[in-house]
């Protein structure tokens, strides 16, 4: 379960649900806003060499730009949840930024749904800023956020779980044409997760409670090139 890989934009993103479970990267919802997406790729098997070294599956998604010829922007809203994006040229139009949000609340769909304890609700935030150094040379800016919570309530009132999960991703990455053979990709990230689980214990005759909080933080860094040599492709990097 924790052999799935997942990329956007050169960029390695630890997980890409909503919810997800521990010591896995699955999950109950998706985290990836597909109003943002170009295109993905989804590899099962003969991973190519710059994927590392993950053995079930590989998810390379590309985010698209936003738009370089004016603001737009639109809303939407359900009953389950609400959605709203924006996008724009920087300065001279050199570049482009493109912004979405997204917050989702179960509470209305409990009695509907039948769920039986509780509900969960998450919000998630897609940040992209591309500016063109030259023609040759890009910077991107990638911020996927998330933050999910969910409360529990079981045995006829008398337990209480809280839970709350946390992810974040920032990286930066520079796309670069040396030559008509030779170009390249190298990307900076980090990310971030948390974790926190409480429990409140009531039965009639003890009250007690516990609680859980663990959080890893870590760097990558990807460089990717291709090298055209005649009619074949070299692929190296670290």
């Not at 070294?53 to 389950?80: N, Q």
């Not at 030259?134 to 008398?158: A, N």
Request: aromatic letters at 12%; zero cysteines.
């Amino acid at each position: 379960p924790i052999e799935n890989g997942f990329f956007i934009d050169n960029v390695e993103i630890p997980n890409v649900s909503h919810m997800p479970d521990a010591g896995s990267t699955g999950g109950y919802y998706s985290l990836i806003d597909p109003t943002v997406v170009r295109s993905f790729d989804f590899v099962v098997g003969g991973f190519p060499a710059q994927y590392g070294g993950y053995l079930s599956s590989i998810t390379d998604i590309a985010y698209r730009e936003g738009s370089r010829e004016r603001v737009t922007g639109y809303a939407r809203f359900d009953i389950a949840m609400g959605a709203a994006g924006a996008e724009g040229p920087l300065p001279g139009k050199r570049g482009s930024w493109l912004l979405s949000l997204r917050h989702a609340d179960f509470v209305y769909l409990k009695d509907i749904l039948d769920l039986p304890t509780g509900h969960p609700r998450w919000t998630d935030a897609h940040l992209k800023v591309v500016y063109d150094l030259t023609p040759r040379h890009t910077l991107s800016f990638l911020d996927v956020l998330s933050g999910d919570r969910q409360i529990e309530v079981r045995d006829g009132g008398y337990t209480m779980q809280h839970d709350r999960i946390d992810q974040n991703t920032a990286g930066l990455n520079w796309t670069a044409t040396w030559s008509d053979r030779l170009r390249s990709r190298t990307s900076v990230a980090w990310s971030s997760m948390t974790r926190g689980r409480t429990l409140g214990y009531a039965p009639p005759d003890s009250a007690y409670g516990w609680s859980d909080e663990r959080k890893v933080d870590w760097l990558a860094v990807r460089n990717e090139n291709h090298l055209a040599v005649g009619a074949a492709t070299i692929q190296f990097g670290v």
